[in-house]
């Protein structure tokens, strides 16, 4: 990675972590719903912003829809969930294009394994814990974006992780709406494993995406 680059693009990454943390600390702090929303959104905001400028692909622009589409529904969420599940879904589409737009050469068993195992019960799971046939739907396009990047040509252990750590912080929201009672852990660990599988799926496409060009370019 070239260091002018990196010294460029970069504070959009802190400002998105700084964004993010400062959330997790405020958010039982009332200085006010619209602001500490705004707060909320700014996280994955500002990863979109630098996806956009770290590229013009077509796969840049899924990756920034997506992202943009996980900022929206961090927001509205806070107004009414449906709005917000509405929102990621149609995020975890953009994603589950990108990622097919990609996929890995020779997958071994045990990784189709695990894609399957994501796909399949990832949906399951979303409906056991909420107890609700409408959160299992979700799940289904929840797990399809989880399945696709782990079965994807993008670094496995950064993007694959940072959606199974999605996954896994919704998981623990929907723990809330059912019989399962798992306090204090979602409270304290839905933010920041929902917000570093966002950063881990970001930089993992974004600097996968700029080696793809930098590559190109040597050999023109």
């Known amino acids: 990675m070239p260091k002018r680059a990196l010294i460029e693009h970069r504070p959009w990454l802190l400002a998105s972590v700084i964004a993010a943390l400062a959330f997790y ?3 039982d702090n009332p200085i ?16 979109a912003v630098y996806a956009l400028r770290r590229g013009s692909g077509s796969d840049d622009r899924l990756l920034a829809t997506y992202l943009a589409f996980g900022a929206l529904g961090d927001m509205l969420i806070e ?3 449906l709005y917000g599940g509405a929102a990621f879904f149609a995020g975890h589409i953009a994603a589950i294009a ?3 737009r ?4 020779e997958p071994t068993g045990s990784q189709k394994g695990a894609g399957v195992a994501l796909l399949l019960l990832t949906p399951v799971l979303c409906w056991l814990l909420s107890g609700s046939l409408q959160v299992g739907l979700y799940g289904v396009a929840l797990g399809g974006m989880a399945a696709a990047a782990w079965l994807s040509r993008f670094p496995r252990y950064r993007v694959g992780t940072g959606a199974v750590l999605f996954v896994i912080s919704d998981l623990l929201i929907f723990s809330e709406m059912g019989p399962v009672d798992l306090s204090p852990i979602p409270g304290l660990l839905i933010w920041p494993l929902y917000y570093l599988g966002q950063f ?4 993992g496409v974004v600097q ?9 370019a040597w050999q023109h």
């Open 25 to 27: 600390f405020l958010r």
């Open 79 to 81: 107004i009414e969930t």
């Open 208 to 216: 996968t995406l700029l080696a793809d060009r930098l590559e190109s």
């Open 200 to 203: 881990m799926i970001a930089t």
């Open 98 to 100: 990108m990622f097919l």
């Open 32 to 47: 006010g719903g619209i602001q500490l929303m705004l707060l909320k959104g700014a996280g994955v905001a500002l990863l």
């Open 102 to 105: 990609n996929p890995r050469a």
